[in-house]
């Protein structure tokens, strides 16, 4: 696959690569095209919130200690 860059980003890969923070350009691109991955993978979970909200399906934050309290101490009983 060819991929064309423009210049100022081949010199922004080709600075990473010269500092030593990654080993090839190819490198360099798959960490960008990981991070764009987490990027969307984040901005549909917030939309996903988002949804939710408008759907009112949010709990406030005084369940949701209390449920997390109620877990911690069942995990302390579990054990023993």
């Given at each position: 696959m060819?991929?064309?860059?423009?210049?100022?980003q081949q010199t922004i890969i080709e600075s990473l690569v010269a500092s030593g923070r990654?080993?090839?350009?190819?490198e360099a691109l798959t960490e960008g095209l990981r991070?764009?991955?987490s990027s969307?993978?984040?901005r549909q979970q917030?939309?996903?919130?988002?949804?939710?909200?408008?759907r009112s399906e949010l709990v406030?934050?005084?369940?949701?200690?209390v449920q997390l309290r109620t877990m911690a101490k069942a995990a302390e009983?579990?054990?023993g």
């Open positions: 060819n991929i064309e860059i423009p210049a100022e990654f080993s090839s350009a190819g991070l764009l991955v969307e993978q984040l917030v939309q996903e919130g988002i949804d939710q909200a408008d406030d934050h005084d369940t949701v200690f009983v579990a054990r």
